[in-house]
């Protein structure tokens, strides 16, 4: 297991460094000059100061170790000054990250509610009308963009009904009531698609666990059917489940980036987005990097979880 | 055995291995087509999603005869109407006829995403079976950076090739060949592992090992013998793929990322249509309806696809 970890480590290495030099040819690929970009241009115009700020970045030098620099001064926490609030975009991400994570696991938690019982059913209850429905509300869940979702849930809970805020944010440790609120119509539109994409999956993994033969020796041995299948079938098919919906979070990090501007929720993916829109190329930089490396994390805490849940997995 | 009977025998053999004419390989296609939607009927899943597919393409072809009105014109006596004879889905804040729109849009939505996965199979293709069946060294640096690739967020990828297009204004076709350039790049590691695991089994099969024999160019082997018998999962793939590309480039418009105005576009006119939502939600609503059915269409056609090539998931 240990070698295993260390290994995975390892292989994320080069995934790492491939997003990183995607990042820092995204500044050299914008159009006009590097140092406008960086600092922008009222800060660059007096050529003293101009000078000092490339030699600082290693402009006058070759690209590879104006990347160095770079890497070297990301590494250490340091990724530059936002264009248009002046402060160290660290701060600026940092603060942003507890949104995204809150509205995140609120809205996998209401997936995985809703969509492991909803599966499972349908697996149990295979070729049932009770099965169709679930397959193709889930089908369709996969196919609703989840803006549109997001915009209809405001046009008829916010605008027609008027009972839950249409955006905004309240920390949790402000008011939590307050804050659920708000929370409420942003976590459904983040865990109705991420719930369509979990029944499907729970139905199959149950439906592959159910085809094994120590169900068939659970029976024989005369364990109630509902004993069978939710003490040993259910628990066994959740693995698969679990993982691959914490592999899901990539998908999901990038439906924030819409969400999140839609409902207005001060997370990364808002900050990422109004970056673009204001043309703060180190916020948009430092953004995506933060986001793909808490991506490129994730993806590998699951895999190792997965492995301590289920070690009869290969370790290769 | 008189000599007629011989003459007779040599002239079927002459006959067999003479090209088939146009009439022969007219017939032989019919048989082919039959044998398709003899397939076809057998999943109801399939044939519900052809038949939407079927129909979306018909309107989408037609969409210069049915579509009376000039999507981007704008006609300032008829802002914001209900829906009428003369406008079928109404008309937006400038008085252009949403249903033209829809329409003019979809054509160029669809077209996009079919040439984005063309892209990535044009890559992936030849990637995947090149590597899987030379094997050795080749083979692992090359999957080791598709899975370099595949662990890169897609999301984050196009968000950045798509600001870069945005700070270059690049306009109409540029601005689309780009976002075909970047949904294509990104499908093409799918692309390449899905058909590489194919051509590993299908490389083992006596008939490769015969042509082999006979002195066959590797390259006419792997391209035009192994890779026909390979296709089948990646055609499941790349129909499921479609509606996640139109799924991706409709959020990056909604997010005012990827079409400039006035250009029909289902997702821009989704995010222009929330200014006017209170007084008119319906406009919000056509644009939705048609992404929703168009990538429904996709993966029904995809899970059906994949029921029928796959028999196992039938018995499901």
């Known amino acids: 297991m240990l070698i295993y970890a260390i290994n995975r480590i390892l292989q994320m290495i080069p995934v790492l460094l491939v997003l990183t030099v995607v990042v820092f040819s995204f500044i050299q690929l914008l159009p006009g000059d590097v140092i406008d970009t960086l600092v922008g241009d009222e800060e660059a115009e007096d050529p003293v100061i101009r000078a000092a700020l490339m030699k600082e970045y290693g402009l006058d030098q070759p690209v590879y170790i104006q990347y160095g620099i770079w890497l070297g001064k990301a590494l250490q926490g340091d990724l530059g000054k936002s264009l248009i609030t002046r402060r160290p975009i660290s701060v600026e991400l940092f603060e942003s990250i507890p949104a995204t994570v809150y509205l995140g696991v609120v809205g996998i938690g209401l997936s995985i509610i809703i969509a492991v019982p909803l599966g499972s059913i349908a697996a149990v209850k295979r070729n049932s009308a009770t099965d169709y429905t679930a397959q193709v509300i889930s089908l369709i869940g996969i196919s609703i963009p989840e803006f549109w979702f997001a915009i209809m849930c405001v046009l008829l809970f916010s605008l027609h009904l008027g009972i839950l805020p249409s955006s905004g944010y309240v920390s949790p440790f ?15 539109a983040v865990g109705f698609r991420q719930a369509a994409y979990t029944t ?6 149950m439906l592959d666990e159910m085809n094994k033969e120590y169900v068939d020796t659970a029976r024989s041995l005369g364990f109630s059917e509902s004993k069978v299948i ?11 489940t679990i993982t691959i919906s914490g592999l899901q979070l990539a998908n999901l990090l990038g439906g924030t980036v819409v969400l999140e501007t839609i409902f207005s929720w001060p997370g990364i993916g ?25 991506v490129v994390v994730t993806n590998l805490l699951v895999d190792l979880l997965y492995r301590v849940l289920n070690p009869r997995v290969a370790l290769n | 055995m008189t000599s007629t009977e011989l003459q007779h025998g040599r002239r079927s053999i002459e006959e067999a291995i003479k090209p088939p004419t146009a009439a022969e390989r007219l017939a032989r296609y019919r048989i082919m087509l039959q044998d398709a939607l003899g397939e076809l009927y057998k999943s109801k899943t399939a044939l519900a999603g052809a038949l939407m597919l079927l129909s979306l393409l018909t309107v989408l072809l037609l969409t210069p005869v049915i579509a009376k009105h000039d999507p981007v014109k704008q006609n300032y006596s008829s802002i914001r109407k209900d829906a009428s004879a003369e406008h079928i889905f109404g008309t937006d804040r400038y008085g252009r006829d949403i249903y033209s729109r829809v329409l003019w849009g979809g054509r160029r939505l669809v ?10 199979l044009a890559i992936g293709i030849p990637y995947g079976v090149l590597s899987g069946y030379y094997g050795g060294w080749t083979d692992s640096i090359a999957m080791r950076a598709v899975d370099g690739l595949l662990a890169f967020p897609g999301i984050l990828l196009y968000l950045l090739i798509v600001t870069l297009a945005r700070e270059w204004h690049l306009e109409g076709v540029w601005n689309d060949l780009i976002l075909v350039f970047a949904l294509g790049f990104a499908f093409f590691p799918e692309a390449a ?28 082997i792997a391209m035009r013998q192994i890779l026909p018998n390979c296709l089948s999962p990646l055609i499941v793939n790349a129909t499921v793929r479609l509606g996640y590309v139109i799924l991706i ?14 250009t029909p576009d289902w997702g821009a006119d989704l995010s222009a249509a929330r200014e006017h939502m209170e007084s008119n939600p319906m406009i919000a609503v056509y644009p939705g309806l048609a992404i929703c059915y168009t990538v429904l269409a996709f993966n029904l ?16």
């Open chain 1, 174 to 188: 402000e008011d939590l009531g307050q804050s659920l609120l708000y929370l409420t119509l942003p976590a459904l």
């Open chain 1, 200 to 205: 499907r999956l729970t139905r199959s993994s």
């Open chain 1, 230 to 240: 939710y003490k040993y079938t259910l628990r066994n098919a959740l693995i698969p």
């Open chain 1, 270 to 294: 808002q900050a990422i987005y109004l970056a673009i829109i204001d043309h703060d190329y180190p916020l948009i930089q430092a953004g995506i990097l933060v986001l793909g490396i808490i």
């Open chain 2, 111 to 120: 077209v996009i995403a079919i040439l984005a996965v063309v892209f990535g």
């Open chain 2, 193 to 220: 592992r899905l058909v590489r695991s194919s051509v590993l089994i299908e490389k083992q099969k006596e008939y490769v090992e015969a042509s082999h024999t006979i002195g066959e160019a590797n390259l006419y």
């Open chain 2, 249 to 262: 480039i409709a959020a990056l418009s909604f997010l005012g990322l990827g079409t400039p105005p006035p």
């Open chain 2, 301 to 316: 056609f995809g899970d059906g696809l994949r029921d029928i090539i796959d028999p196992r998931m039938v018995e499901r």
